[in-house]
């Protein structure tokens, strides 16, 4: 076993786990903070992007013992103080999720997305999304959502 | 006087709010004190027979409760997985079933089959101890391809399907059209393949199982689109459980498209091991299992041919398909490449006779069943491609053929040769809409512009029809159809004026939170916050068969209709008790019951209390205000419409480029239209990705699954798509209360046919699906 300590949605934790516990799994089964999802065991889905740093990573591929003193964000810490964050607001104004199982993820890259480019195109965000897969809305009202969206974060 | 958020309002969806903040609860996100993790044991043959099964290093690995086999279950009389529809061969034979144990018991049959089930204390410790399961394999020669495997000298997989053939299956007039061929001036002929795609919703398969020792009851929470169907297959035919100590609970899921319809081994070996141990056990599909055990969809090979006149009219059709079936025969796999295909076959077109035949064979592979369109897009593919070619082959523009071709508005109630009772729709109507939005006759122009660019350009319409709905239970039981298709639903007042609806149909993605709220909001003008939609928890909704087929609002929300209906009777003879009026009098809007030609008039929440609190009430009536109801369809429902896909194709790559995409479909009336303009969405990506990019490939020798991750097989992203223009008409549906007809799996069953037609049209050659670039390539330098 080996202790980590990081602070995750504005507060610190710590917990001593096994060595190849992932991020993911971290979050999931030690703080129960089920929002970041599973959904491929080959980095491809995107379903547990999660913020370390400010960056967005998939959380299945960072141990967590490489996230020890990081600052991490998951979708239950987006939105603050009862308010939904700008991208939150956009998927639903824009009906940008279905079964919202890859929700989560997409919205953590896209807030990031949004973060590098404060004024993205339609062409950059689906190259920037490639790296999260949604099976049910054909991507048409994800774009739509990140775009409004991009628009009401000041960008 | 219309609702705010009633039908017909993009009203935004209030399931949302929980999953854009991270607290939706799929199977996964769940647990239970003193809960066990198992894991399966998978047969890394495609065929092969098992001699031993040596558990016991395993079972003295650390943290290992306890490993089962096929034989545990067996001997404890747990039946097999079944098949709920049963087709009848032309010879008029039964069709075959064979054995389809949770667990091999003797033998394995495709890649990934179930050996054993390790529980262990932690899912590590679990995977780790499967790994000391020691199994005597005598491997066989496996085949997996239909072709191949009905053909003489295959391997046999199962000994109860000789020549491995599991129906052979007709329907239509063979004479009528054998005569309308030979006198036929034009014969135009096609062969297509249908790709085998794997479903891919984006949440894997999960199942948690608890067994309550002191009452006796299971309850399994797992991953399910109708959990009723599973409760009663797994009781009535499996025996996990009698119905009554059978609870199932399908929460928050992610996503189906037909693959979680289905009634699993894993999730019936989870539910029973439950029992065995006492204890809670979990068990979560990864993607790597999701791809070797999620039923598949597709797989046929497809011979047709059309007879046309001098004229360009269609004289008749004749189809040949073989459908694989895969390894066993899954729950309602038989019906998919007969009732839900042969059916269709006669499009949107006046057809005097058809006929079609369909082999159904075993191979070794992942069972194939129900996916978005099950059936429906074979048909549409087949009779799209064949329409084109026919035009080709006539000199005619495509969709002037089809317009010629096409049933008339006027013309219903149109019976097909093909036992179908098409109730009503504007085709011409939807044709027209969507040549006018992608300036149809303005293609000319674009493709010389992109030719002076270098690149091929191509147009391809679809003009498509789905029977949705599956009804009316007598009609599909006459059929062979194992279950009724009725869905049933209740409408509850709460003394407060708030209402719960529960519902049989299961949302996965669809928005029935809203969708249906929406109706309780325009029929009794309830604040759509005040309605709250229960689904999915076989111990707090009356009944359900599901949601599959586009069936939940066209035969669920009619279920809820129904109820309604009774709460205005009631509460009508509430308001003229308390108004002192005569029934007869009572006049009902949005909620609001007055009294004919006078002022007076009382508020559904106000009746509702007085339901509750019956100090003054008429004598003769129950107080409550709480009721059920099941409907039965009367009809299918027939969806149809026309997408027209416009692509540019680099010769020098074969790379393929979605230009423009259009729509134009006809559901009838629609609650919620921002809801179907995405499931739209969604069903044309989803055609998209089976005609360009995905596909799963078996190694022909060894029946190795290549396309086991999303590494191999090619999901769509976001920048493999382009925005959709869709749009609607509405003929309303005469047969359910709503007029709805039902829009989930429209594109899936439009577009690949759309934009393959779009693609042979840019190069001037047949090719099968996928699209890939290197194909387009090949096809465009081949002779």
Known sequence: MTSVTMTVNGKQVSADIAPNTLLVQFIRDNLRLTGTHVGCDTSQCGACTVHVDGDSIKACTMLAVQA??????????LAKNGELHPMQAAFREHHGLQCGFCTPGMIMSAVDLVKRNPNPSEETIRTELEGNICRCTGYHNIVKSVKAASENMGG | MSVENGIGASVRRKEDQRFITGNGHYLDDMNRAGQAYGYFLRSPHAFAKISNIDLS????????VEIFTGADMAADGIGGLICGWGITSKDGTPHKAPPHNSMAVDAVRHVGDQVAFVIAETLQQAKDATELIEVDYETLTPVTNIAKALASGAPQIHEEAPGNLCYDWELGDKAAVDAAFSGAAHVSKIDLINNRLSPNPMEPRAALGEF???????????????????????????????????RV????????????????????????????????????ADRSEAFLTDAHGRDHVTHAELATDNDGKILAFRVSTQANMGAYLSTFASAVPTYLYGTLLSGQYKIPSIYVEVQAGFTNTTPVDAYRGAGRPEATYVVERMMDTAARDLGMDPTEFRLKNFIQPDAYPY???????????????????????????????????????????????????????????AAVGSLGAGVGLWESAEVRFNPTGSVTVFTGSHSHGQGHETTFAQIISDKLGVPIESVEVV?????????GMGTYGSRSLAVGGSAIVKAVDKIVEKSKKIAAHLMEASVEDIEHEHGVFSVAGTDKKLTMGEIAFAAYVPHNYPADLEPGMAENAFYDP????????????????????????????????????????????????????????????EGVIYDDESGQLLTGSYMDYCMPRADNLPNFRVSTTNTPCPSNPLGVKGCGEAGAIAAPAALMNAIVNAIGKDIDMPATSEKVWRAINSN
């Open chain 1, 68 to 77: 020890d003193g990081a600052d991490v964000t998951t979708i239950e810490g």
């Open chain 2, 57 to 64: 290093a395993a079972k003295a690995a650390p943290g290992v």
């Open chain 2, 212 to 246: 309550d020792a002191g009452s006796g009851e299971l309850t399994l929470y797992t991953t399910s689109q109708n959990p009723h169907v599973a409760r009663l297959i797994m009781s009535a035919f499996l025996g996990i459980a009698p119905e009554n100590k059978l």
């Open chain 2, 249 to 284: 609970v399908a929460p928050d899921v992610g996503g189906g498209f037909g693959s979680k319809i289905f009634v699993y081994a894993e999730e019936t070996t989870t539910i029973w091991a439950a029992k065995k141990i006492n204890r809670p056990v979990k068990w979560t």
């Open chain 2, 415 to 473: 019976e097909t040769p093909v036992i179908m009772t098409y109730d009503s729709g504007d085709y011409p109507l939807s044709m027209n809409s969507a040549k006018e939005m992608i300036d149809y006759d303005g293609f000319a122009a674009r493709k010389a512009q992109s030719e002076a660019n270098g690149k091929l350009r191509g147009i391809g319409t679809a003009a498509y029809i789905e029977a949705c709905g599956i009804a009316p239970s």
């Open chain 2, 535 to 543: 689904h999915g928890d076989t111990s707090k909704v009356p009944f």
């Open chain 2, 634 to 693: 009367l009809n299918f429902t027939f969806p149809a419409g026309t997408h027209i896909a416009e692509v540019e194709i680099d010769p020098a790559t074969g790379d393929v480029e979605i230009v423009d995409w259009v729509a134009s479909d006809d559901f009838g009336n629609i609650i919620n239209p921002m809801i179907v303009d995405g499931q739209v969405h969604g069903g044309v990506a989803q055609g998209v990705g089976q005609a360009l990019l």
